[in-house]
């Protein structure tokens, strides 16, 4: 199969290697999508004092099961079988330490990610490793949404993180610093989900800035 493999910053290599397998906890999938992420570019560039080369990268991912571990569905009770469509968490919490047990999986001492310390998402194949099913890190994708669309789901949810701790409340005054994706998505929630009221968009690069005012419509901007 083929995969994007990091081997040293500038050194990214599309290679012909071995399907993965699948252990009996773990499970496999056809990757459909896999988003490139700002910190893709960063690793491109800088690498990642987390990544050990050579590494396949990516971990906005979705995809389709092809194979399901004998021992997942007795220990997960989500049922996985071949065919479901799904989405797979980018930061891995451990589950067990004091942040985890207390619901403050953000800031899990032990985190791992995908792409990272297991190979990601920018391949034919890839395993969903046995730590992902243990902290429910696997997401069945809805009918109407597209793999496109769930891939973008692990930025999404860090705007969603953002605003519940911001506190957001209907008619709020927002400023959004950073036109980016993320930027644009805390447009879209703001709105969409806590109805606020005028919406600012900030930026230092004017392009970046107009190109993402005519997709999110902010009541202004400013350079």
């Known amino acids: 199969m083929k995969a994007l493999r990091f081997y040293a910053p500038e050194d990214v290599r599309l290679e ?35 990544l050990s080369p ?48 207390k619901g403050w999986m953000a800031v899990c001492q032990n985190q791992t990610s995908m792409g990272y310390q297991y190979d990601g998402g ?3 194949y890839m395993i969903v490793p046995r730590q992902v099913l243990k902290v429910d890190g696997l997401n069945r994708i809805p009918d109407n949404v597209g793999f496109d669309e769930a891939s973008a789901a692990e930025p999404f949810a860090c705007a969603i993180n953002a605003q519940e701790l911001l506190g957001i409340e ?3 005054t927002v400023v959004v610093f950073g036109a980016g994706p993320i930027g644009c998505m805390h447009i879209r929630i703001a709105r969409g989900v806590h109805r606020c009221g005028p919406v600012y968009l900030v930026d230092v690069n004017a392009a970046r800035l107009q190109m993402s005012a005519d997709a999110v ?3 202004e901007i400013i350079d």
Do not use: L, M
């Open 16 to 50: 012909d290697v071995p399907e993965p397998t699948c252990a009996p906890d773990e499970v496999k999938i056809r990757v459909r999508n896999c988003s490139t992420c700002g910190t893709d570019v960063k690793i491109f560039y800088n690498g990642h004092q987390n």
């Open 54 to 101: 050579p590494r396949t990268i990516g971990h906005e991912i979705a995809g389709e099961i092809v194979e399901v571990g004998a021992n997942v569905n007795t220990v997960n009770a989500a049922n996985w079988k071949v065919g479901d469509r799904v989405q797979v968490i980018a930061a891995v919490p451990c589950g067990d330490c004091y942040e985890c047990r």
């Open 122 to 124: 920018f391949a034919e």
């Open 170 to 172: 209907e008619g709020d």
């Open 217 to 219: 419509s902010p009541d």
